[in-house]
């Protein structure tokens, strides 16, 4: 493919505006060999997408001042990725239109020329580059990942990237100085993962499962990884094992994603479904949300937001607009911010410098080619943006890249010296490139700090360079950091760069265990680090191999802890200095042990608890791992029953059969047993005892009241509380001794009434006591003599029941007579006294015999003489057949005389002369007398 680099027309003026064109003029010259290759711990260098490892748009010190020129531009054939800048080369990635491959270029910084590529690196259309420690890593869509040479291009290793289909996440490095030597970068198919690689040999160290795992570049800093995808789905790994921190979970999930931009500890995650909220750094909390279309850059206390085609400065503190910068109308890349200036660029081709403080346009230039925004949604092409190193801004722009370079160039931006021994010296070269900045004078060069400069430069004119010597001498142990400063008449004067450097007496002071916090599963192991540090903070490596670890409650083989206490530990470590006798001890590290998985589980309450019948006890369940650690509850995963009846709803037991029962817990093929005593529950029905019984009246019976529940439970003995009644009511209850008394016999209902409620009848009988006293009676009270009278004899207990008692009862009558079983009789009129005699006990009735029917008859006179005509009176005398007198019964008595004569009355007459038999008839019986005539 043929490539076409161009280079700047002019300058336009006091507008601050540059036009590019096709036509050539000379290139801005190669760097002379003192600054052949850059300081490579320039932390003045985009690594990745969106300028550092937590893409938030903003390099390190930078020398990068406006107004800009551009160097050179070249047309790739195809859609440039965003560039990352090495100490030689700037490398994109490029979509080659005929093969449909990705192809990697290594581009020189000055000369604008390939240094080499292209490089097939497969697949198809997208891939992304990252840059650490020499080397260049690149992903392609189907997951292959390779690691070049930065000088050369020649391959280090492959590694097809295992378990998904379908890569867009660009990838990124360590962070410098932590020594994990790991490239970070996630894939997509089945779920999603996400791979960290050793940077060195391309062997995988960890991989971690994910919701989906596209267009996410990974946030890396020295305690995590962070990657977020579709609906804001966002996690937080350690670095070094790949142990989850912490996930903030969403409502839903889904395909595609947005890489996150990490400053001062929040967050920023973007998401069209969701929105973009702001995340607690260390504990993923949700602190606020934000608007932004691109992901955002920062400086100071501003961040700088493109929302539609609008760039605002908001005041991160108080969430207010500073200002707004709309440009054309059609921004569209993700700004960056280098030394003071916000950058961005329009689909018009046009790009801008915005003060970072006001908002107000410092610089612009325009492109013959649209500034495309990044495409964070499609793999059609690579991953676009701007990005700056090495004091050169380069510009992606349809299929060309422009490198922009300031009118006098400072090279480095800032240079780390590392640590060094106090007293010993150290030097290095700092050049100054004219680029377009016409005749400079350089009035002063100063340095501040353990610093010295030599100047070996005080004018240059364009094209030219020259350069200082820059001595670093500490004269104390620690932190010993400076900055020159060059004065000169050059634009963005004066011009500065930072010093880094540190002494140390190279002997170990305390020492840091890495990783911490780290999170572990009980019986699982962690593998620690130790760096160690001289007592003026000056790190001196990795000292691992020198160090014992501990871990109490567990035990550490080498570097090697393990425990199976969960909780969280503290890992410690004790180092010996070789051929010291001095232990340094400290260096801890927080170890999270979480409990393992699920090996049994324990119901409570689980003894001990009683419910009444038709009550209800809940339960809760707790889980444990092998190793006795509480897994918190399962109760809702576990499922409950209760024998030998009952029922279970979710975690609430009961049952309405009083006894003991068992509820058993299951999860899974783990159970667990309480037990569970069921009562009888609240009086519901009442039974007295006896149901029937039978006294004597005036005796008593003493009743037991019992109770259940409704459902048929017994409740015991409730005598105590019930109330004992007695129907009719000639009974009455003793309270206190339950017991029950009649005198009237015959069936009685005795009612208990338990605690005003419940009630229960029994039936008593009451019978006759014993034998008090008797009566006798009788219709009537006389007899004629020789008859007889029946008499009734009742019998009486003292309460004047009348039983039927079995004894004999013996009738007698005085003064004379006879009786029989039932009645007496007398032949002698007179009173007469009958007595009823039972079982001693005696009762007596009068009896009246009165003369029985005539029996003789007796007339009066019994000889009388009249004389003829004449009449005689005559009274009549009866007696019955015991001799009774009845009396004068002349009036009854029917007279005649014979054998002539008459009677009227009791007077009879004759008129012939001669003896006549007067005759008195009562009653069949007669009696006579003699009348003469």
């Not at 378990?163 to 100085?177: I, N, R, V």
């Not at 290095?428 to 002063?444: E, I, K, W, Y």
């Not at 180092?575 to 400290?586: C, F, I």
Request: one cysteine or more; glycine letters at 14%; proline letters at 6%.
């Amino acid at each position: 493919m043929a490539l076409r680099r161009t280079v700047a027309l002019a300058i336009a003026g006091a507008s601050g505006a540059f036009a590019i064109a096709t036509s050539s003029i000379s290139i801005i010259p190669a760097s002379a060999a003192w600054s052949s290759v850059p300081d490579p711990t320039s932390s003045d260098q985009a690594v990745t997408y969106q300028m550092n490892l937590s893409h938030n748009g903003t390099p390190g010190p930078s020398p990068l001042t406006t107004p800009l020129q551009p160097a050179w531009t070249i047309d790739l054939g195809g859609s440039v990725s965003y560039p990352v800048m090495g100490p030689s080369y700037i490398y994109v990635t490029v979509a080659n239109p005929t093969t449909t491959h990705p192809n990697l270029y290594a581009i020189n910084y000055r000369t604008g020329a390939v240094a080499w590529g292209p490089v097939d690196l497969g697949g198809s259309w997208w891939a992304n580059a990252s840059y650490d420690n020499g080397l260049v890593f690149t992903v392609n869509v189907n997951g292959q990942m390779q690691a070049f040479d930065g000088q050369t291009g020649a391959i280090q290793w492959t590694t097809q990237l295992p378990g998904q289909s379908m890569f867009t996440s660009p990838p990124a490095g360590s962070l410098f100085g932590t020594g994990f030597d790991l490239i970070y970068t996630s894939g997509v198919g089945s779920g999603g993962t996400l791979y960290a690689v050793h940077e060195s040999t391309g062997a995988i160290a960890w991989q971690a499962p994910v919701m989906n795992g596209d267009h996410s570049a990974p946030v890396v800093t020295s305690t995590g990884v962070y990657v977020s995808y579709a609906c804001g789905q966002t996690y937080d790994f350690e670095p070094l094992h790949g142990a989850l921190l912490w996930h903030h979970a969403t409502r839903c999930s889904g395909g595609g994603g947005k890489t996150a931009a990490l400053y001062n500890g929040r967050l920023y995650v973007r998401d069209a479904t969701v929105g973009n909220v702001v995340l607690d750094a260390g504990t993923g909390a949700t602190l606020g949300n934000f608007g932004s279309t691109t992901i955002p850059a920062f400086s100071g206390s501003t961040g700088f937001f493109l929302n539609g085609s609008t760039l605002q400065g908001v005041d991160l503190g108080t969430n207010g607009v500073l200002w707004s910068f709309t440009g054309d109308g059609s921004l569209s890349t993700a700004p960056i911010v280098v030394n003071g200036n916000v950058f961005i660029g329009s689909t018009a081709g046009n790009l801008y410098a915005v003060d970072a403080a006001t908002g107000a346009q410092t610089w612009t230039a325009h492109l013959n080619s649209p500034i495309s925004g990044p495409d964070e949604q499609n793999a059609s092409r690579p991953l676009t943006g701007l990005s700056e190193g090495w004091g050169w801004l380069a510009v992606p722009a349809g299929n060309t890249l422009t490198v922009f370079g300031s009118a006098l160039q400072v090279s480095p931006g800032s240079y780390n010296f590392g640590i060094k021994p106090l007293g010993s010296s150290t030097s290095v070269p700092v050049g100054l490139t004219d680029n377009f900045a016409g005749t400079v004078t350089v009035s002063s060069v100063t340095t501040t700090g353990d610093y010295s400069v030599s100047n070996g430069c005080t004018a240059i004119g364009i094209s030219q360079q020259c350069g200082f010597t820059v001595t670093f001498k500490p004269t104390a142990f620690g932190q010993r950091n400076g900055t020159l400063t060059i004065n000169d008449n050059a634009p963005g004067s004066p011009h500065t760069v930072v010093l880094i450097g540190a002494a140390s007496d190279g002997v170990i002071d305390h020492m840091a265990l890495t990783p911490s916090p780290m999170t572990i599963t009980a019986g699982g192991s962690q593998a620690y680090e130790a760096e160690g540090y001289d007592a003026y903070g000056n790190d001196a490596g990795n000292i691992t191999a020198n160090v014992i670890f501990y871990l109490p409650g567990g035990s550490c083989t080498t570097n090697l802890c393990t425990t199976t206490k969960a909780g969280s530990q503290t890992v410690s470590g004790q180092y010996s200095q070789p051929y010291l006798t001095k232990y340094v001890y400290g260096g801890v590290a927080t170890l999270i042990v979480t409990p393992g998985p699920l090996d049994h589980i324990t119901v409570s309450p689980d003894s001990g608890v009683s419910i009444p019948a038709g009550g209800a006890q809940s339960y809760t369940t707790e889980g444990f791992d092998l190793y006795g650690n509480d897994r918190g509850s399962v109760t809702a995963s576990t499922t409950f029953s209760i024998g030998p009846d009952g029922s279970c709803t979710a975690a609430s037991c009961g049952a309405t059969v009083a006894g003991p029962h068992t509820v058993t817990a299951t999860d899974g093929s783990m159970t667990a047993t309480a037990s569970l005593t069921v009562t009888a529950g609240p009086l519901a029905s009442l039974t007295i005892a006896p149901a029937s019984a039978t006294i004597a009246a005036g005796g008593s019976q003493t009743y037991t009241a019992t109770g259940s529940d409704k459902y048929g439970n017994s409740v015991g003995d409730v005598s105590a509380g019930t109330t004992l009644t007695i129907t009719p009511a000639d009974g009455s209850c003793n309270q206190a001794t339950h017991a029950c008394t009649a005198t009237t016999t015959g069936s009685h209902t005795v009612t208990g009434t338990s605690y005003g409620s419940s009630s229960a009848t029994a039936t008593l009988d009451v019978t006759p006591g014993p034998l008090d006293h008797i009566t006798i009676s009788s219709n009537i009270s006389s007899i004629q003599a020789g008859g007889a009278n029946y008499y009734t004899v009742r019998e009486f207990d003292q309460y004047g029941n009348q039983p039927a008692y079995p004894g004999p009862t013996f009738l007698s009558i005085s003064p004379d007579g006879s009786c029989t079983p039932y009645s007496c009789t007398a032949t002698i009129a007179g009173v007469h006294t009958v007595t009823a005699t039972d079982t001693g006990k005696t009762a007596t009735v009068t009896l009246t015999v009165t003369p029985g029917p005539v029996g003789t008859l007796t007339i009066a006179p019994a000889s009388t003489t009249i004389v003829a005509g004449g009449s005689a009176t005559y009274t009549a005398t009866a007696a019955d057949q015991y001799g009774n007198t009845i009396g004068d019964v002349t009036a009854t008595t029917t007279f005649s005389v014979a054998p002539e004569g008459s009677c009227t009355g009791a007077s009879c007459t004759a008129t012939k002369v001669g003896s006549h038999t007067v005759t008195g008839t009562n009653n069949g019986k007669t009696g006579t007398g003699t009348l003469i005539v």
